[in-house]
Each structure stands twice: as structure tokens, then as C-alpha cells.
């Protein structure tokens, strides 16, 4: 009897320190939804991340160049259709646009083993899967950044950001071993299936989400003049624009690195499947260390420092894999790069993201989202054309000690220019003018289904008129 007493107050002690605080995000259902979507998502997107590039380097022996290509074909819907896209998004509803990217996401993974099986896998079709990869990300993803900002107050989108952080996070620590593991039991191509699995899963899983979205387009729209009122803004908005040109220049670096990591860590490391795998739990360690402790870092020197120190981090890491040895100090250096990368992107990305969100009047929030990103991944293209021409002509190392430096001298430039160093709290929104083209009002609703917790403050908001972090790219949930 004693003992049975013991134990009921022992799990009622466990249950108190589990709890969640009484403000805690997750509380709130559509959120929790929307974090575990993401979660989700993140766990499949682990076997994309490693499959795709390893059926083209090790399956169809591509170059470096081609490696490059195929990056730069992902990245080139960003560059043709990011500005039209985020007029259009201005003008619908975000969900069920962002819910249609991933059913879409699903198909074109699966098309991969199909192909494969079918015994027409070849380079070309690998380039048209990116790009239309690309698409779905110019889209769906712009669609989910907008669609936290329906669920979160602003004032809490750096924690929201680091939440959704948190969730990829733990896909990555656990994800990739697993990855590697699969791919070497049944190979790249289809173990893309557990992927289109998991897709589907945050499809159901999103389609619960409660947000009251009422379109109401004016009569005067103006599909031009509203894709210019969105430029302008960015362009009229010192914050946007320094974030803009310092993301995308620390993009092209980032995108020089990646073409070549996969070909160096097989070719010059001589790692296999399962063990690239492993060493991407070093990502993972990276991406869950800064999402738990970024909104503290954060809070602490600024978001815009936060933002350089990222930049820092990240370019700390290429250069060390550019002198790793090709030994066993070597393959642990890789898995450092990793650590590095993970800390870094996630402390550039949820301050980038909450800063551009934060700034920004509700009409605009499509058109800057879709600006921003289009900004920031023009040089990516470039960047990653870079990394594979030099090294294919110079040497693999060469690549990421362009990536290590670019970033350096970005982190230095962008110091020195002095707004971003002097960004300590999130900004207040500028003001809405006539001449934004205001294309929808949205109305959130002021209660859910479910009780909401006093720190997540739900208001009536009359909107006239931005997911988680791929900690590598702006993507959908995964990110």
C-alpha cells in the first residue's frame, strides 16, 4: 500500500516537472499542430537530404559541375517565379496552399525510385525533379512562413522560429544515421519512399489547423503595380535590404559548399552511405544546441549580432573541412563542418526570419516573403556554379575555402555598414500606405477549439492586404 502511494506521488511530481508552462507555444493547438507537421516533415526530409545527392554522385557518377547544376536547377524557381508568386499569395489562402506543397512534394519524390525501377534514372530527370522541387518551395514555402504568422503574435516569432528550429533539430540528430542506414539496406532511390511516407503524414496532420482567413479583394487590384509596391517596399526599407544583400551573399558561399561536401566526403574522406549518414547527426547536434539556446542568444546580444554570429560560425566550419586531412582526423572534421553549419544557419534563420516578419505591415507579408527570398537565393545559383567549376578545374578543397572566406568577409562587411550590428529588439511594423495594393483582409479568430494559454494572445486582426527553418535553405516545413 506504502509502495503504491510512493509511486502515484512520484509520477504526480514527474507530471508537474513535464508540464508545459502555462505560456508555452505548444499549448496552443493550431500551433502544436503546425510543430508537429514540421516534425514530421523534418524526420523524412532527413532521407532527401542524403538520397538525392547520393544518387547523383554515387549511383549516376556525376561531376562536380553537374553537382552544380543540379543545385543551381533547384535554386532557379526562386529566380523566376518568387515575385509573381508572393502577389498571388497575397491574394489567397496561405494554408491550403502551403498543405498542397507538400501533398506535391510527395509525388515528386516518389518519382525517383520509379524511375529508377522503370530504368530510365538518369542526370536530366534528377534536374527536372529539382526544379520542380524549387517550385514547390518557392510557393508552399513562402505560404508557411505567412501561415505562422496567422498562429504566432509577432512578438513571439523568435521563439515561435526557434520552436519549429527545435522540431527539424531533432529530425536531424536521429534522422540521418537512420538515413544512412536505409539507403545502404535498400539503396538511395528507394528509400525516397519513407520521405513521400512521412509528406503525407503532415498533410493529414496540417489539414486540422484552424485559421480563419477571409479574402477580400479590392476591385482596383492590380497585378503589376502590387508586384512593384512589394519591391519598393523592400527596397525602401534600409533593414530589409542590409538583410537581403548579407543572407544572399552568405548564400552563394553556403551553396559553393554544399555542391561539393557530398563529393568530398566520398571521393577525398572516403566515407560511405551509412557513415555520411552518421556524421550528419553532427548537423543535427548543431541545429537542436542553437534552437534550444538561440532565443537566449538572441535576447542577449541582438538579433541582428545574432544574425553575424551565425554567419561566423557557419564560415568556421567550411574552412576547417578545406584543411581537413584525408584521414581519420579528416572524417571527424566533416562531421564538425556539420556541427558548425547546423549552429550557424539556425541563429542566421530565426533572427532573418523574425526581423523581415516583424518589419513588415500585414498586407505586404506575401510580397516581402517572396522579395526576400528571391533576393537572397539570386546568388545562390551563381554561388553553387562557383563551388562546382572549382572543384572540377581547381580542387574540391577550394570550393569550401571560398565558401569559409566569402562568408568571413560578409560577417566583416556587414559589421562594419553597422545596422544590423545595432538591431537589439525586434521592430516595430512600418507604416501601411494606399500604395501597397491591399489585396485580402484576414480575420483571426479571437478562441480555437481548444483552451489557449495567457501568453499566447489571440486577437481579432483585420488584415488588409511569414515555418520552420530548413536550416539549410528557405524551404517548406522542412527546411
Given at each position: ?117 522503370l530504368g530510365w534514372l538518369a542526370m536530366p530527370w534528377m534536374y527536372v525533379v529539382a526544379f ?279 560577417v566583416g562587411l556587414a559589421w562594419r555598414h553597422g545596422l544590423l550590428r545595432g538591431v537589439h ?55
Amino acid at each position: 500500500m506504502v509502495s503504491l502511494v510512493v509511486q502515484s506521488r512520484w509520477w504526480a511530481v514527474l507530471r508537474r516537472r513535464l508540464a508545459l508552462p502555462a505560456d508555452d507555444l505548444l499549448r496552443d493547438a493550431a500551433y502544436r499542430r503546425l510543430w508537429t507537421s514540421i516534425l514530421i516533415s523534418s524526420l523524412g526530409g532527413q532521407v532527401t537530404m542524403l538520397a538525392l545527392p547520393l544518387t547523383a554522385a554515387v549511383l549516376l557518377q556525376a561531376t562536380p559541375t553537374q553537382m552544380g547544376l543540379l543545385v543551381a536547377m533547384e535554386i532557379a524557381p526562386f529566380v523566376l517565379l518568387s515575385l509573381p508568386s508572393g502577389v498571388w499569395l497575397d491574394r489567397v489562402r496561405k494554408l491550403p496552399v502551403y498543405i498542397a506543397g507538400e501533398a506535391g512534394l510527395s509525388l515528386i519524390v516518389v518519382s525517383v525510385p520509379l524511375a529508377w525501377w522503370l530504368g530510365w534514372l538518369a542526370m536530366p530527370w534528377m534536374y527536372v525533379v529539382a526544379f520542380i522541387m524549387g517550385c514547390v518551395y518557392v510557393v508552399a514555402g513562402s505560404a508557411a512562413q505567412i501561415v505562422l504568422t496567422q498562429v504566432v503574435p509577432r512578438e513571439r516569432l523568435i521563439e515561435a522560429h526557434s520552436r519549429n528550429a527545435l522540431a527539424s533539430s531533432g529530425a536531424e540528430v536521429a534522422g540521418p544515421g537512420f538515413a544512412g542506414a536505409l539507403i545502404k539496406a535498400v539503396g538511395a532511390p528507394v528509400a525516397l519512399l519513407l520521405d513521400a511516407c512521412m509528406l503525407i503524414g503532415s498533410v493529414l496532420i496540417l489539414r486540422g489547423v484552424r485559421v480563419q482567413e477571409v479574402l477580400t479583394p479590392p476591385k482596383d487590384a492590380h497585378f503589376w503595380r502590387d508586384l512593384q509596391a512589394g519591391v519598393r517596399f523592400v527596397r525602401g526599407t534600409p533593414l530589409l535590404i542590409t538583410m537581403a544583400t548579407a543572407v544572399g551573399l552568405w548564400q552563394m558561399c553556403h551553396h559553393a559548399a554544399i555542391v561539393v561536401q557530398i563529393l568530398f566526403a566520398t571521393r577525398t574522406l572516403g566515407l560511405s552511405e551509412s557513415q555520411i549518414g552518421l556524421s550528419f547527426v553532427g548537423l543535427g547536434v548543431g541545429t537542436v544546441l542553437a534552437s534550444t539556446l538561440g532565443h537566449r542568444v538572441s535576447a542577449r546580444i541582438g538579433p541582428g549580432p545574432c544574425l553575424l554570429l551565425g554567419m561566423a560560425v557557419s564560415a568556421l566550419g567550411w574552412l576547417l573541412l578545406a584543411v581537413a586531412p584525408a584521414n581519420a582526423l579528416g572524417r571527424l572534421l566533416f562531421g564538425v563542418m556539420l556541427l558548425l553549419f547546423g549552429v550557424g544557419a539556425v541563429l542566421i534563420f530565426i533572427n532573418f526570419l523574425s526581423l523581415r516578419q516583424s518589419v513588415t505591415p500585414t498586407p505586404l507579408l506575401g510580397r516581402m516573403t517572396s522579395t526576400m527570398r528571391w533576393l537572397i537565393l539570386l546568388p545562390a545559383g551563381p554561388g553553387a556554379l562557383i563551388g562546382g567549376w572549382l572543384g572540377e578545374h581547381v580542387d574540391l578543397r577550394a570550393s569550401l575555402a571560398f565558401a569559409g572566406v566569402g562568408a568571413l568577409a560578409v560577417v566583416g562587411l556587414a559589421w562594419r555598414h553597422g545596422l544590423l550590428r545595432g538591431v537589439h529588439r525586434l521592430p516595430e511594423a512600418e507604416p501601411v500606405e494606399a500604395s501597397y495594393g491591399a489585396e485580402a483582409s484576414v480575420a483571426l479568430p479571437a478562441a480555437q477549439d481548444s483552451a489557449e494559454p495567457s501568453g499566447v494572445r489571440r486577437e481579432a486582426v483585420d488584415r488588409v492586404g511569414d515555418q520552420p527553418v530548413q536550416a539549410q535553405a528557405e524551404q517548406p516545413a522542412r527546411g
